[in-house]
């Protein structure tokens, strides 16, 4: 007979009850082929007292293997695995090994994507300090103020309904108050119908991808470009299309160019700053895209997520702003302004594309988080957002400054660059001379991590030699230290 | 000269300062083609007493403007719309139609998916009562205690990191509490490399599908299923393949037949209780359906949404439980348990797929919400979640027995059901003497709103005149109500 008391181990100190424990190990054998079908089970009392547990455990336990269909009783006879099962040749397998499979490997096959990024680990380890290629300082965030508004939210009866299902498209109040905002400060002429939540922008170039590129739909991007939206539109199916950028933004003659060649489906534009280079399109270009847009019938997916940031003169109105004729698919967030972990962003486009936008989040997530959105609203509503944008704007232009004074001052002989008029990072070329790899290597010896190897933005491979050092999220010390770190690496790199 | 004074209109109550809404007003002139480049524009001091505002309004307008590119000054000649800006035929539109155009309709061209299902309200309106598909009852959700958490967890200053972008895959903390949780109560041997956090069951059914179901790979699902996830199955590009679910749950030996004619790549099984029909998959195919997955090498994608819901025995243990191969890809949610607007569930695989899983992820939406998966970590830790999980079992168990009762009582003649061993609602067959339009129609006269028509899961039209009619959202007398209208309703049309 199966030496039950030698293979049953039963854990007093579990969370899972003791007559379950056995029913589990009891179903493992036999789904593992060491109980066959018709196997005689021991006796209730003879069990009980191998395992040393009461008589009511195992009936408890047999009762379940019953109901559940794992076993059968005969009458007069006792208690056996249930005949109708299917026969398992014992799989000898070593617990360890199968663990190991099991994590590690699919017994199926899936479709890799070679094209897409895997996942890091964000976070700053204590006495590193990591420069990334531009995100907010989340030090900075209002987040008392948030957790007082929540709460305030959560506690009003009508907003109870919030934790139920809600619309796809997001909580209404806050697409209410973001018609107001946008309307109001971006010139844009929108209603409740033109706006959708989202969870940030990379979820509204997302969802615009997926709508806009099947399989050979061919999407103009900057040559450079912002590198996560080149893999979301080759992820949804879409052809790239690299067009020049110079220091007035996008080349628009030369996109017409191309427009003039094959059937172009979107043109991906940051039309406010340029990622990664941070230049601004210029007025000209401006309009020169538009009327190409209703002339070739393309979209225009303006990527603004950097509209608040802007510290010379004011932001620059988008594109949006004089979309006559239902081109332009407008995406904004907030995460840039509270911080990166509170995702909540908006596409603005034709209530047709909301509608159809809307369909295809609902398989997606369903829907956001309906009391932050809540809360959000209310924060715009009472002016709370934009006194905390003015506030880190304030601190971000001096941040940028003292980033781009000391640049200037300490490494003029290694750099090339310009002081960029908005946004939270420097596009920085490193004289052809040097390679970054060595600069990476040099820097992260003194506790200063880069930008990773894949976040140089040299899509075709030109060797621009160009990079994005983010200087919004260090402090004044930060800067220093991190400017410093710099000096001593291109030093040591151009002496030896 | 064009006519400022009666075009231009300032807003003093406006939040949007008045040189920018000047400039703003003057950009728009030039972009509609209104302003020709090389006109000529008034001097400030002129358009100051004009427009009846500041001369040094219209110098910041002008000096704006003059940065932006779309002006240009010319010594001892005055200001000018810059020349060499594109001449643009004056558009001679109407605002009002324009802006119809820019909410309704696309100037460009984009996928419309017809299997995706609109943007519903599902929010009740006073006074009516909504009979769902099987929800949760909102009100019961445990909303002051997650406030609570939530508030102790920003205090943290160590949690001050949550802010930041983070791992893709989720807090790193529920990710740890989740393998001992799933490991103790499903039997599960799992490891964190194993543990994707999703917003839902349904992100988990989306990214699964998207990483095995590419153009024209077979999906087996059982006939009825889960209508959101075949939707989602046809989004990723799959075909459906659909096999008989009789009381035992999906029929192996179909599906065995069917792996033998063609490849497949994914079977989807709700193992606990079927959706729609809530039969579970009995011991015999559950090992059956494995053998199949490892001789096959499909996937099994296990939707284990119910888990926590069944009221006679315990639970079944998952599929995945025994899974020696990596065949079973795991989906299970937090939603149920506490409310469907706190989007946490996860997605448990072997290590390769978890890592595919978060790349995809990364371009969807970065990730989720840190401080909210912290928030349910520290509520599993404390044991809060599996208390609320067992109160509320209770309180559904009561109102599915009444449910029940009620129905057989009252309604016999006209429905054939079982009673379900878990979940949140009953699968009704109503007698096909009957049509449920009619019955929908007679409902919503009485103010209550029964499933919407494609809800109702006859996913190969075979009339089966089912439908699931949830219990777990309805108090005690929201049920007797429901009753009561059914009978009335069908009172009224079976004699009419």
């Known amino acids: 007979m199966f030496p039950f008391k030698s293979n049953i181990v039963l854990d007093r100190t579990s969370n899972r009850n003791l007559y379950l424990q056995l029913c589990d190990q009891i179903i493992g054998f036999i789904k593992s082929g060491k109980l066959l079908p018709s196997t005689k089970l021991p006796g209730s009392r003879r069990l009980s007292e191998d395992l040393k547990i009461h008589r009511k455990t195992v009936i408890a336990a047999y009762d379940e293997l019953l109901s559940q269909g794992w076993i059968e009783t005969l009458p007069a006879r006792g208690t056996f695995v249930n005949s109708i099962l299917p026969i398992i040749k014992p799989q000898h397998f070593d617990p360890n090994t199968a663990q190991a499979t099991k994590e590690k490997k699919s017994g199926f096959s899936f479709i890799q994507r070679p094209n897409l990024t895997p996942d890091l680990n964000d976070y700053s380890e204590t006495g590193i300090i990591k420069v990334n290629d531009g995100s907010p300082d989340h ?46 400060t971006r010139g844009l002429r929108i209603d409740v119908d033109n706006v959708f939540i989202t969870r940030g922008s990379q979820m509204g170039i997302y969802i615009a991808s997926q709508l806009l590129l099947s399989s050979k739909n061919h999407i103009a991007v900057g040559n450079s470009n912002y590198m996560t939206a080149d893999t979301t539109f080759v992820d949804a199916g879409g052809i790239i299309e690299r067009v020049p950028v110079d220091k007035y933004g996008l080349n628009t003659v030369a996109l017409e160019g191309l427009c003039k060649t094959k059937k172009i489906t979107a043109v991906f534009v940051t039309s406010h700053h340029h990622h ?39 932001p620059i109105l988008p594109l949006a702003s004089n979309d006559y004729n239902g081109n332009v698919i407008y995406i904004g967030s907030f995460t840039k302004i509270i911080a990166p972990a509170m995702r909540i962003g908006y596409l603005i486009a034709p209530k047709d594309f909301i509608d159809e936008a809307s369909k295809l989040r609902k398989i997606i997530d369903r829907q956001g988080d309906s009391l932050l959105e809540q809360t959000l609203a209310h924060m715009i509503k009472t002016g709370d957002v934009q006194r905390h944008c003015q506030k880190v704007l304030k601190i971000y232009k001096t941040r940028r400054d003292l980033f781009c004074t000391l640049l200037k001052e300490k490494l003029d002989a290694y750099f090339d660059f310009e002081i960029p008029k908005g946004g939270m990072a420097v596009w920085i070329r490193l004289n052809k001379k040097y390679n970054w790899d ?24 030109s060797g621009h030699n160009g990079i994005r050092l983010g200087f919004a999220s260090l402090n004044e010390s930060e800067i220093k230290r991190v400017i410093d770190c710099l000096e001593k690496a291109l030093k040591m790199i151009s002496t030896s």
Request: glycine residues 2%.
């Open 139 to 184: 030090r900075l965030a209002p987040i008392e103020e948030i957790s007082r508004v929540y709460r305030n939210v959560i506690k009003k009866t009508y907003h109870r309904k919030l934790l139920t299902y809600g619309p796809v498209s997001g909580n209404l109040e806050l697409r209410k108050i973001l018609v107001n905002y946008l309307n109001q």
């Open 438 to 461: 060595d600069v990476v290597i040099q820097c992260k010896k003194q506790s200063v991590e880069l930008n990773p190897e894949w976040k140089r933005y040299d899509n075709d491979c």
């Open 276 to 314: 990664p280079t941070t230049v601004t399109l210029s007025a000209e270009r401006r309009m020169h895209l538009l009327q190409l847009a209703q002339q070739f019938r393309f979209a225009i997916i303006e990527d603004d997520y950097d509209y608040d940031f802007h510290y010379g003169n004011a």
